[in-house]
Each structure stands twice: as C-alpha cells, then as structure tokens.
C-alpha cells in the first residue's frame, strides 16, 4: 500500500498556469533536494522521522510548519470527506513530489472524476497516470546538483519558468532543447515573488515569443 508524506492538505483556488483560478484540493508532499535558494516552502525541504505526527496535529496548525503526517490513498480520500471538499481538480506539489510514485493516488483520484494535476521541478522521474496534467517548473543550476530531466521535460503539458533575470530565460532555452518536437507544451514565464523588474521582463519575453504570463494570483488576493 503507497504511503504518502504529507505537509498539507487544503482547498483553495489555483493561482497560477492554466489552470488559474479553478478551485483546487493541494496536496503538498513533504521532502525536496533541489535546494532553490529563493524558494517559499522551505518548510517542505526536510523529512525529519522526529517530526511525524498525527494527521489532525497538522491539520489543525495555522502557519508553515515543517511537520508531516503519513497517508495512504484511501486515508486521503477520507480526508477529503472529512473536510467537506468541494473542489474537483487536485494539485499535487511540495516540496517535490515526483520523489514519490504518484501512480497509486493519482490513478485513484482520476478515476473518481477528479482532474489531476502535480508540479514537479523536472528533476526526478515522473510516475503519474497518463491523464495527470504535468506541469514541470525547471530548476537549472540549484544547489542541489539536480540535473533537469529530459524525461521530465517530455511528459511535460506546460512548462512554467520562474524568472527575475535574463540568466533565468538562458537557462530555459537550454531545458527546452531538451523538448522532443512531438511535444508543444504551454510555456508560462512566472516572475519570482512579484518582484517589479521581474515582471517587465517576463511581459517583454512573453510578448516577444508567444509565451505566457503567470502570476501567483493566489499572493495577489490573499489566500494560500
Ligand atoms: S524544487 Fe520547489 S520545493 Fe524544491 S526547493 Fe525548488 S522551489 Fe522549493
């Protein structure tokens, strides 16, 4: 049975790519090497044994905490219950989530009619369902000394760049040579925490290569 750890479950409205504005149960997978200096769930980085709890400790704690708590897929769905859910799209995240095989709870989800959608740094193999929407933000050159996949990059359905300067968009023309040419996915250029210089230049690459815009619109307006 797939065991899961787990640094939060709750229903909010994605904020960012193509699915903006749909209203989302995140699951965010506890655990990630990739070591993003800028990166604002740090809190998810280690899987410390001494910081395992139980599901309803989690659950109840109000701010960024780097506990966890252990489920399996039907536990999860349990959970949704228990909660109220309403959402029909879930967003599997982190930390990174590809560490675990995602077969087991994304092939359950989607066959009770949920859309499945993880984010995942490309980093590691992706094990999902066939109709998981995968959304690979590449992280080039972190100090984790993780290498992008070009398996990664295959299965991706958009590609969303973190960016605050050109080296970023350099670093973006390098992953996408790893695209295969039967694979045209979106690319969303994101500026990194909302930053004003980060923004002009993603508008201006955006507009000068038909790409697209994310903004983490959840940040805007206030929510999680
Ligand atoms: S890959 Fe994601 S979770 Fe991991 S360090 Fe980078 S931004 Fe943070």
Redesign the pocket.
């Given at each position: 049975m797939s065991q899961y750890k787990i640094n939060e479950v709750f229903e909010s409205i994605q904020g960012e790519g193509s699915f903006t504005g749909v209203p989302s149960i995140f699951i965010r997978l506890q655990g990630?090497?990739?070591?993003?200096p800028?990166?604002?769930?740090?809190h998810?980085?280690t899987i410390d044994p001494m910081l395992e709890r139980s599901r309803d400790v989690v659950m109840a704690e109000q701010a960024e905490s780097e506990h966890w708590f252990t489920h399996s897929v039907e536990q999860l769905l349990a959970l949704f219950a228990a909660q109220g859910y309403q959402a029909k799209h879930v967003v599997i995240?982190?930390?990174?989530p590809c560490m675990y095989d995602l077969v087991p709870l994304t092939s359950h989800l989607i066959t009770l009619g949920y859309s499945v959608q993880i984010?995942?740094?490309g980093?590691y193999e992706i094990l999902t369902h066939v109709d998981t929407w995968v959304t690979v933000?590449p992280?080039v050159n972190?100090p984790?000394g993780k290498p992008v996949l070009a398996s990664a990059m295959q299965r991706a359905n958009e590609i969303k760049h973190?960016v605050a300067m050109e080296k970023h968009i350099e670093e973006l023309d390098q992953v996408l040579k790893l695209l295969p040419a039967t694979n045209k996915p979106l690319i969303y250029l994101q500026p990194i925490s909302q930053q004003k210089r980060a923004t002009e230049l993603a508008i201006k690459v955006c507009i000068q290569r038909n790409w697209r815009l994310s903004l983490q619109t959840h940040k805007f307006i206030g929510i999680e």
């Open positions: 990630c090497p990739v070591g993003c800028w990166c604002d769930t740090k998810t980085w995240s982190g930390g990174e984010e995942t740094s980093t933000s992280k972190m984790g973190p």
